[in-house]
């Protein structure tokens, strides 16, 4: 049996158990790309991924209003709250124990295919990037994938990101820098959808 064979029959039978314990998924339909989405993204190594990091509609009980972020880091989970009870879920990767971050912040801007430029302190962890300490344009082979969403308190910018990834196998583990990465096609349709101001909630 294929792979890909192999993931749509987890996938069935990840929905056949979900609906048992009546919880309801909905597949959400990928949004659409532009010309240079396409390009880049083409040029990023595909993962097989567990179903339960896929993308899908569910029923989602909180006291956040709609349009807010909510993330679990130890389930790898991103809800972006929608009316009615409901949330679009979201398989992440999230930073490991010594960098990952908690805490309750706002979206201050978003960029597509960001600039990247590594902070001093991880130039410090990781030396190798120092030919990059001046800045990365956005591309398939910048870390920071199709889309950003920067992450301020009180004004202040936290320097923790939501953002794509050209390294799709780490969703749903912990291994970044403490920054939340999603699949390229999920952080477009979650940067589609929420706003600047927007709350963003992690536990």
Not at 76 to 97: C, Q, S, T
Request: net charge positive.
């Amino acid at each position: 049996m294929s792979s890909h064979s192999q993931i749509r029959g987890a996938l069935a039978l990840s929905i056949i158990a979900l609906a048992l314990t009546g919880c309801i998924y909905r597949g959400v339909p990928d949004p659409a790309l532009s010309a240079r989405d396409a390009e880049y993204m083409a040029l990023v190594p595909n993962a097989d991924m567990d179903p339960q990091f896929l993308r899908y509609e569910v029923d989602y009980k909180t006291t956040e209003k709609p349009g807010t972020i909510v993330i679990y880091t130890q389930d790898r989970l991103l809800y972006f709250v929608l009316p009615n009870g409901k949330a679009i879920r979201y398989g992440v990767g999230v930073g490991d124990e010594a960098f990952g971050w908690k805490g309750t912040a706002d979206v201050a801007r978003k960029a597509e295919w960001p600039r990247w430029t590594p902070p001093a302190e991880m130039l410090v962890r990781w030396p190798h990037l120092r030919p990059r300490a001046g800045g990365m344009e956005g591309g398939p082979d910048n870390p920071l994938g199709a889309r950003a969403i920067y992450l301020y308190q009180n004004g202040r910018d936290t320097l923790y990101r939501i953002h794509g990834t050209n390294e799709p196998e780490s969703i749903g583990r912990a291994s970044s820098s403490g920054c939340i990465r999603m699949r390229n096609v999920d952080v477009i349709d979650l940067f589609n959808r929420v706003g600047v101001g927007a709350k963003v909630v992690v536990i």
